[in-house]
């Protein structure tokens, strides 16, 4: 293994969102500290077993819950640590995520300062009422002010999360939210997230009398929010994700591509060595256990060929690239074809949702559409 991936998990956040099922806790600026803390001693415990010697890293992310909840100087004593613990490749790609309420051009200049290539920033909409019932702390204005911050114009590339299917929400709000995001000249990546309801979540809870768009309003919101998106400059390279040229993001782009990263933080998973592991979902756990020298994990499990030709197939037809055959066959020893079922991909070729460009098998846009039903067919 020569190179690597490095993800950075930060649990806190100003409050929770009312549909937020991912791990975090309100934010305290004591408990951040001596998580800080904590982060350091995983990175030794890591050193010490040699998992990752040799590799360099090639991309970086720092996400969450929100990782610009901390202050600028915890901001920067964060990516030292990272800095003084790997060996770094030229040319690598670093993102951090923040969010609107606690971003300031302070806290950016110390990112830039440190190295940081890439923010993503959690918009979610543009549209007060939207951001309210998503129980979001910050105000469409906030959104505005951050997108015309002139320190943006400093990063390599600058993302945006966007949400869809909101209740209550019209193809008329999300084409406000979309125009705002346009119109700001430093935007080059745009996430589009349909909204998925959690049952363990405010919103999964008060499900019923929620105003949910059914299932083929969202359906004909996904097909007009992406010929917007399109026709705005953004190319789709994956069901979610959309970017300028050349702004695809790297990290994410390893994950679907089965490359090794390493997790570090509560709830953060790893794929190393054919393992793929993830840590303990409480903070206060996860610092008691890396303070007395223990590795976090909650469940650790075998990728074995079989598992990762499926992950293979469910993750390349999110893809616009899609499945390479010859990617499969070296990393599963048994050729695509033999893997699959050949009648239903058949079928799919003759409704116009796959089609095949050698070595890869592609969804179409519609194919796209229905990534998950497909993969599940075929295999
Ligand atoms: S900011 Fe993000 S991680 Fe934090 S509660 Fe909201 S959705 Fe969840």
């Not at 910050?138 to 869809?164: K, P, Q």
Request: charged residues 20%; aromatic residues 12%.
């Amino acid at each position: 293994m020569n190179s690597i991936s490095l993800y950075l998990h930060i649990p806190f956040c100003a409050k929770k969102c009312r549909y937020c099922d991912f791990y975090s806790v309100s934010f305290d600026e004591r408990l951040a500290w001596r998580y800080l803390d904590g982060l350091a001693a995983e990175i030794a415990l890591c050193k010490k077993s040699r998992i990752t010697e040799g590799a360099a890293v090639q991309t970086i992310f720092i996400g969450g819950g929100t990782p610009s909840v901390f202050s600028g100087e915890a901001l920067h004593s964060l990516c030292t640590l990272v800095r003084s613990s790997f060996t770094i490749a030229p040319g690598y790609e670093w993102t951090v995520e923040c969010n609107p309420e606690s971003f300031t051009n302070d806290k950016g200049v110390t990112l830039l300062e440190a190295g940081v290539t890439r923010l993503t920033f959690g918009l979610q909409s543009l549209n007060d009422r939207e951001l309210s019932l998503l129980g979001r702390v910050h105000s469409s204005e906030r959104c505005h002010t951050i997108l015309s911050d002139h320190v943006l114009s400093r990063f390599t590339s600058i993302g945006v999360d966007i949400m869809y299917g909101l209740p209550g929400q019209t193809m008329r709000t999300l084409e406000q939210t979309l125009a705002a995001v346009f119109d700001s000249p430093y935007v080059k990546h745009i996430s589009a997230y349909e909204l998925t309801v959690a049952d363990n979540t405010p919103f999964g809870r008060h499900r019923s009398i929620l105003p949910l768009p059914s299932e083929g309003e969202t359906a004909v919101m996904t097909g007009s929010l992406w010929e917007l998106l399109e026709k705005g400059g953004f190319c789709q390279y994956e069901v979610s994700n959309f970017a300028k040229p050349g702004h695809a993001c790297r990290h994410n782009q390893a994950y679907w591509d089965h490359k090794p990263y390493l997790g570090l933080g509560c709830a953060a998973h790893s794929y190393l060595h054919e393992k793929r592991w993830a840590n303990v979902r409480d903070v206060n756990r996860y610092i008691r256990m890396v303070s007395n020298g223990l590795f976090p994990r909650e469940f650790i499990e075998t990728i074995d060929k079989k598992k990762l030709a499926m992950e293979i197939v469910f993750l390349g037809l999110r893809k616009v690239q899609g499945i390479n055959e010859a990617f499969f066959q070296e990393s599963c020893g048994i050729a695509f074809a033999d893997f699959i079922q050949k009648d239903s991909i058949g079928q799919f070729v003759n409704r116009g949702l796959l089609e095949y460009e050698k070595p890869f098998w592609k969804p179409t846009r519609k194919g796209l559409l229905m990534a998950d039903a497909i993969a599940r067919e075929i295999l």
